[in-house]
């Protein structure tokens, strides 16, 4: 067998085991825990998505975005209207019938949030490039309230009073199947010539510009995939809980990114346990009802002090041993 039909061979049996995984993870946690600890799985599942496609502006590009709940929100509503409207009336899948059909329904539904949000990153990218620090992020905020003040006033899709009827299709299994692909996604980036493109341009812009680095078009490009994974998973949070304009306000973006501080800027592992962490404390703290929001706010204080480059800093998780240069000198 050549080298590289073992290679494509070795990833697809990756890939079929990450799937085999992430159901039998959903079968067991539908066994073994109760609906509360179910749905706070899910939703940190989907706050690892959001953290770790944010942090692909903000840690890794060195950007500052604060729209990311506008991003999330696109998709989320785009996928909603295409599994609710288009469903039925194209393909003539009723998503209470379950089975393939629906199953397809949902994956197309999903990748077109993603390409909707990407397109809407494009755009709001594209000419917000020549703004940086302060500037960018008082124009990435500007887009995350235009879209849901925008989403407010279409009928279409509920208004004001949220999106009823779309069907309740996501679980545990799809959820983590997102943020696997989020992970690996990123990761290969990271490791690759455009992932260094990046991290070039965070720590010099005009250093790395200097070399021959587009920055412009890396800098959209972050955009654009950062907003397709948040689109994922706005289109998984359609189709887990009610849709609501009130999901996606400013304070969900500066929630996000409070993760991403948190775990470590340009840490993708970081995000993972920042997501996780501020997910499931204050659901710890529920004990201390009155409390809680103090006590929330004071240990995040004191974690920032005693880590103010975040749980893991700028460092990951390398899963694979590196391997020996021919000729190096060992270390002592």
């Given at each position: 067998?050549?080298?590289?039909r073992?290679?494509a061979g070795?990833?697809?049996l990756?890939?079929?085991g990450?799937?085999?995984a992430v159901?039998a993870?959903?079968?067991?946690?539908l066994?073994l825990?109760n609906p509360?600890?179910y749905?706070?799985?899910v939703?940190?599942?989907?706050?690892?998505?959001?953290?770790?496609?944010?942090n692909?502006?903000?840690g890794i590009?060195g950007?500052?975005?604060?729209g990311?709940a506008g991003?999330m929100?696109v998709g989320?509503y785009?996928s909603?209207?295409?599994?609710v409207?288009?469903?039925p009336g194209?393909?003539?899948?009723?998503?209470?019938d379950?089975?393939?059909?629906?199953?397809?329904?949902?994956?197309a539904?999903m990748?077109?949030?993603?390409?909707?949000s990407?397109?809407a990153?494009?755009l709001?990218?594209l000419?917000?490039?020549?703004?940086?620090?302060d500037?960018?992020?008082i124009?990435?905020?500007g887009?995350g309230?235009?879209i849901?003040?925008?989403i407010?006033n279409i009928e279409?899709?509920?208004?004001?009073?949220?999106?009823?009827?779309?069907?309740?299709l996501?679980n545990?299994a799809?959820?983590?199947g997102?943020?696997v692909a989020?992970?690996v996604?990123?990761?290969?980036?990271?490791?690759?010539?455009?992932?260094?493109?990046?991290?070039?341009i965070r720590?010099?812009?005009?250093a790395?510009?200097?070399?021959?680095?587009?920055t412009?078009?890396y800098?959209?490009?972050?955009?654009?995939i950062?907003?397709?994974?948040?689109?994922?998973?706005g289109?998984?949070f359609?189709?887990?809980?009610?849709?609501?304009?009130n999901s996606?306000t400013f304070?969900k973006?500066?929630e996000?990114?409070?993760?991403?501080v948190l775990?470590?800027?340009?840490?993708l592992?970081?995000?993972?346990?920042?997501?996780?962490?501020?997910?499931?404390?204050?659901e710890a703290?529920?004990f201390?009802?009155?409390e809680?929001?103090i006590?929330?706010?004071?240990?995040?204080?004191?974690?920032?002090?005693a880590?103010p480059?975040g749980?893991l800093?700028?460092?990951d998780i390398?899963?694979?041993?590196r391997?020996?240069?021919?000729?190096?000198?060992?270390?002592a």
């Open positions: 067998m050549s080298p590289r073992f290679r070795r990833r697809l990756w890939t079929a990450a799937l085999a159901v993870l959903d079968r067991i946690a066994q825990v509360y600890l749905r706070i799985l939703l940190s599942g989907l706050n690892v998505i959001l953290a770790l496609s944010l692909l502006v903000n590009t950007q500052f975005s604060i990311h991003f929100a989320a785009a909603a209207a295409f599994t409207y288009a469903g194209l393909f003539g899948v009723d998503a209470g379950g089975g393939p059909a629906v199953m397809a329904l949902f994956l539904s990748l077109l949030g993603g390409l909707v990407a397109a990153g494009f709001v990218g000419p917000s490039m020549r703004l940086r620090g500037y960018l992020a124009v990435t905020l887009f309230e235009i849901r003040v925008a407010l279409a899709v509920g208004g004001a009073r949220g999106f009823a009827g779309v069907p309740r996501t545990l799809w959820v983590l997102g943020c989020t992970y996604v990123l990761r290969n980036l990271l490791t690759s010539y455009h992932g260094r493109a990046c991290l070039a720590e010099d812009e005009i790395a510009e200097a070399l021959g680095v587009p412009t078009r800098k959209v490009s972050a955009f654009v950062a907003a397709f994974f948040a689109g994922v998973a289109a998984l359609a189709h887990y809980t009610y849709l609501h304009t996606f304070m973006s500066i996000v990114i409070v993760m991403v775990g470590g800027m340009g840490s592992v970081g995000s993972v346990l920042g997501a996780t962490i501020l997910t499931a404390l204050p703290l529920r201390a009802s009155a809680r929001l006590i929330y706010s004071l240990l995040l204080i004191v974690l920032m002090i880590r480059q749980i800093g700028g460092r390398a899963w694979r041993r391997k020996e240069q021919p000729g190096a000198t060992p270390l």
